[in-house]
C-alpha cells in the first residue's frame, strides 16, 4: 500500500419534534456516510497526515446491535496495525472514555478470538495499538482539541500509585469555524459538516425541522456538496437526520428541565432571590415567576 510516514495525530424514522426517541440504537448521518471505506480511509489519512490509497486494506470491526445488544458503536476498523474507534456526539459526553472502555474491550476480545491468539500462552501476543477519536458537533461550544480520560472518573481515594486501567479519548470539535485542517484535509467529513450548519441556520431562520432539511437537501445538491450521497439516499437521510434533532432537543429539554428545578429548589430554600434565579435562567423575573408557578 502506498503511503507517508504516519505521525501521530495532533492537537430512523421519523418522530416528531415533541417526541422523544426511543432507547433502540438509530443510526446517523455519520455512520451512514463513513461505512463507505473511501470516505473512512479520507478522514483516517487527514487525521494521522498520511496518504494512503488502497481502502480495501480497512478491516471493519463496527459492534453490531444485533450481536451485542445494547452495544454498538458508530465506527471502528483495523488499519496499519492500529485499532481505530470513531464515534460521533452532538452533545457534550464526559463518559466517552467509558464508553470506550466497554466499546474496546469488546472488540479486541473479537480480535483475539478471531487471530487465534492465546493469553494463557508463556509467548507475549501481539495487538493493534488503540485510537480513540470523538467528533463532536454539538449546539454548545467546546475547544477544538480535548482529552478525555478515564481515570478523570475514579472516586477519590487514598491510592496514589498509577491505576491499573486508563482510557483517553481525543475529541474533535467538527463544528464549521473549527478544526480548518481537518477540513482542508478531509472534503467529505467538511461536506457533512456544512450540511449540518446549513440545517440549523435553516431553523434559525423560521424553518421547521422537516422544512430546514429539505432546504439543507436542495441547497447542497445544487453545490454539489455530499450530491451522489443525498440523491442516493434522500428520504433515508430526511429520517435519520430528524431523529439526530429530535434526540438533541430531547436531551437539551432535559437539561432545562433540570436547570429549572435546580434553581426554583434554591430560591425556595432562600439561597437566591428571585431576581438571582431568573438572572442564572436566562430570562425576566415575570416569566421566571410563571415558570414557578407551573412547577409549584
Not at 458508530?74 to 452532538?90: C, G, K, P, R
Not at 449546539?139 to 481515594?157: P, T, V
Amino acid at each position: 500500500m502506498s503511503k507517508k510516514q504516519r505521525k501521530p495525530i495532533s492537537k430512523k424514522k421519523n418522530t416528531s419534534s415533541n417526541h422523544h426517541v426511543n432507547s433502540k440504537y438509530k443510526d446517523t448521518l455519520f455512520r451512514m456516510i463513513f461505512r463507505d471505506k473511501k470516505n473512512l480511509l479520507s478522514l483516517y489519512n487527514a487525521l494521522n497526515k498520511t496518504s494512503y490509497t488502497n481502502p480495501d486494506d480497512m478491516k471493519i470491526t463496527t459492534l453490531e446491535d444485533v450481536i451485542y445488544v445494547g452495544m454498538k458503536n458508530d465506527v471502528s476498523f483495523l488499519f496499519s496495525s492500529i485499532m481505530n474507534l470513531f464515534e460521533h456526539q452532538s452533545t457534550f459526553n464526559p463518559n466517552m472514555p467509558v464508553r470506550g472502555l466497554l466499546y474496546l474491550a469488546r472488540i479486541y476480545q473479537n480480535y483475539i478470538r478471531e487471530n487465534g491468539l492465546n493469553i494463557y500462552s508463556s509467548t507475549q501476543i501481539s495487538l493493534p495499538v488503540p485510537v480513540y477519536v470523538v467528533f463532536y458537533n454539538g449546539r454548545k461550544e467546546e475547544a477544538e482539541y480535548q482529552e478525555l480520560k478515564l481515570s478523570d472518573a475514579f472516586k477519590k481515594s487514598e491510592f496514589s500509585g498509577q491505576a491499573a486501567l486508563e482510557c483517553r479519548v481525543i475529541m474533535l470539535n467538527i463544528n464549521l469555524g473549527h478544526n480548518k485542517e481537518l477540513f482542508e484535509n478531509c472534503r467529505i467529513l467538511w461536506e457533512y459538516a456544512y450540511f449540518i450548519n446549513e440545517v440549523r441556520e435553516n431553523q434559525k431562520k423560521g424553518s421547521s425541522i422537516e422544512v430546514a432539511v429539505r432546504q439543507a437537501q436542495k441547497s447542497c445538491i445544487e453545490q454539489d456538496i455530499l450530491k451522489e450521497f443525498l440523491e442516493k439516499n434522500s428520504a433515508e437521510v430526511s429520517d435519520v437526520i430528524l431523529e439526530e434533532f429530535n434526540e438533541e432537543q430531547y436531551a437539551e429539554g432535559l437539561r432545562e428541565e433540570g436547570k429549572a428545578k435546580t434553581l426554583i429548589s434554591l430560591y425556595q430554600k432562600n439561597l437566591l432571590t428571585l431576581e438571582q434565579a431568573a438572572e442564572e435562567y436566562g430570562t425576566t423575573v415575570e416569566e421566571f415567576q410563571k415558570l414557578l408557578a407551573r412547577k409549584v
